[in-house]
């Protein structure tokens, strides 16, 4: 691998093609250089370098119908297949959840419901990424992660399973540190947590951590005087007549 990073990486279309090699071999359970050394490789990465070098191919190869979409494709089709016990689906995972730093939404988008699929078949397969993806430096990927989770335990019959996925949720981001300040990744593990309470497969915890106000300190009793309350109503009808609110169509993404 040293030779590699010497002889491969700084050549681009040589780095392209190992990329290409990376990703196919992903699920492989049996190859040296599966998901697992894929992760590896990129998690202790600064970020800046490695949107240089991993990201930036992710959304090309995206865009040319390249093996980042075949592999999404591959995912998407696992919905409602029996979960076979070689690996190769829990692999996937791993490589999915990294397509996840692309900077393209529909590219999350799409990796985030691929990621559902995947996991609808093998829900405690959540307690190992959570495991692998806790202290990743990269806010797209946790916050896509904890949704594709909670989207796979709101579809999972298993009580015990959901339990086991909310208990590792817990454990990892609010038993023993404040939860993510993104309020959207700290909702959606919140919501995991929460699942697990009302499923009755997660008790002797301490609710407090998981809900609001997440130990931030409260706002003074007082209200500020009326001038400072108000001064946004003086700047708007100083404004002239065309700043009227405008309202922006409704747009879903199939």
Known sequence: WSYIQQAVLPDTSAQQSLLRTLVLVGPDPAHPYNACFLHGWLLP?????????????LGYEYD??????KVLRWAESTAHLPSPND??????AVLVTWFLTSSSRILRDR????LVALLSGSLLQATELFDAFSSVNDDYVLERLAAAIYGAAMRCPDTHAVG???ATCYEHFFERRKPP???LTRDYLRGIVEMGIHLKGLTAIDTSRIRPPYGALRL???????PHVNWIGRVWRACPSDCSPCTAPSRTMI
Do not use: E, I, Q, Y
Not at 45 to 57: E, G, I, K, N, Y
Not at 87 to 92: I, M, T
Not at 220 to 226: D, F
């Open 87 to 92: 690996g190769a689906r829990d692999l996937a």
């Open 111 to 114: 990796a985030t419901k691929a």
């Open 181 to 183: 300040t993104n309020a």
């Open 64 to 69: 040319r119908g390249g093996v980042v979409a």
């Open 45 to 57: 990465m600064p970020m800046v370098d490695r949107d240089a070098l991993w990201s930036t191919f």
């Open 220 to 226: 003074p009793g007082s209200t500020p005087a009326k």
């Open 164 to 166: 086991r996925v909310a």
